[in-house]
């Protein structure tokens, strides 16, 4: 499992596109797996769905903005 480091918008846009795609597949699978944990109770981090939820968000951003240029 992937442990929770923040990912800042400065560090997101210096990955190349294949790394941003890359990441943001390992973090929605690592949502499903807190979403599945936080269900059924194992999960003791309540951060985490949020958290990752949001850097699932940056990255969405900095690539519609990678787009848009």
Request: proline share 0%; aromatic share 0%.
């Amino acid at each position: 499992m992937l442990r929770l480091a923040r990912l800042k918008a400065s560090e997101i846009r210096s990955m190349s596109r294949e790394e941003r795609l890359k990441k943001l597949q390992e973090l929605r699978n690592e949502l499903t797996v807190t979403k599945m944990r936080a269900s059924s109770g194992l999960e003791e981090n309540t951060k985490a769905v949020r958290e990752l939820k949001r850097a699932i968000a940056r990255i969405l951003t900095v690539e519609k903005e990678a787009e848009s240029k």
